[in-house]
Antibody
Framework: EVQLVESGGGLIHPGGSLKLSCAAS????????MRWVRQAPGKGLEWVSL???????YYADSVKGRFTISRDSSKNMVYLQMNRLRAEDTAVYYC????????????????WGQGTLVTVSS | DIQMTQSPSTLSASVGARVTITCRAS??????VAWWQQKPGKAPNLLIY???TLEPGVPSRFSGSGSGTEFTLTISRLQPDDSATYYC????????FGQGTKVEIK
């Protein structure tokens, strides 16, 4: 059974750092396209970061230069290192597996985790 | 960035009613559109991808149509369990989502 479980969220001061983890089971993260999507409280969905099967990484402009996506094939985990956090980064962060990517378009799948809440506040 | 504009932002309908949600893209996204259902406190669930392909396990009362810049999600006979917020999404260039449509049951 495919499962994604996020962890690592919490309360952090502005300017601080936090690392989110996504534990995958039922498939290998290194063979898939994995991403992070976030949702601010009461707001819509925003794509954050994506890592291709080959290891290429992509970021939304809002987090570029501050967030880093990575993976560990030995642990079958995906990570999101978040630095220089801002109040507007407050959100539930979801880990998701894309169906596949083709010609620059990545087709979504229904495999998402339950999310982990990050609150940036003083 | 491609913007996705949904309408209406909220709607209220009776059980058994036919419901249509519209999404307009700021530029053509061919058929690279998905529709999601989200209930409070839960992750979104994928209903439709590639504009009209039903995700396995999704009830057949849900359908999607459109291409280019205009897309619709239709619920043919609204059920109490369909009370949720629905989002459209384009994946032609990165991913962007509509602002959501809250569907309430009268």
């Amino acid at each position: 059974e495919v499962q994604l479980v996020e962890s690592g969220g919490g309360l952090i001061h502005p300017g601080g750092s936090l690392k989110l983890s996504c534990a995958a089971s039922g498939f290998n993260v290194i063979d898939n396209y994995m991403r992070w999507v976030r949702q601010a409280p009461g707001k819509g969905l925003e794509w954050v970061s994506l890592i291709f099967r080959g290891g290429d990484t992509y970021y939304a402009d809002s987090v570029k230069g501050r967030f880093t996506i990575s993976r560990d094939s030995s642990k079958n985990m995906v990570y999101l290192q978040m630095n220089r956090l801002r109040a507007e980064d407050t959100a539930v962060y979801y880990c998701a597996r894309d169906r596949y990517c083709r010609d620059g378009s990545c087709i979504p799948s229904d495999f998402w985790g339950q999310g982990t809440l990050v609150t940036v506040s003083s | 960035d491609i913007q996705m504009t949904q309408s209406p932002s909220t709607l209220s309908a009776s059980v058994g009613a036919r419901v249509t949600i519209t999404c307009r893209a700021s530029k053509s996204v061919t058929a690279w559109v998905a529709w999601w259902q989200q209930k409070p406190g839960k992750a979104p669930n994928l209903l439709i991808y590639d504009a009209s392909t039903l995700e396995p396990g999704v009830p057949s009362r849900f359908s999607g149509s459109g291409s280019g810049t205009e897309f619709t999600l239709t619920i043919s006979r609204l059920q109490p369990d369909d009370s949720a917020t629905y989002y459209c999404q384009q994946y032609d260039s990165d991913w962007t989502f509509g602002q959501g449509t809250k569907v309430e049951i009268k």
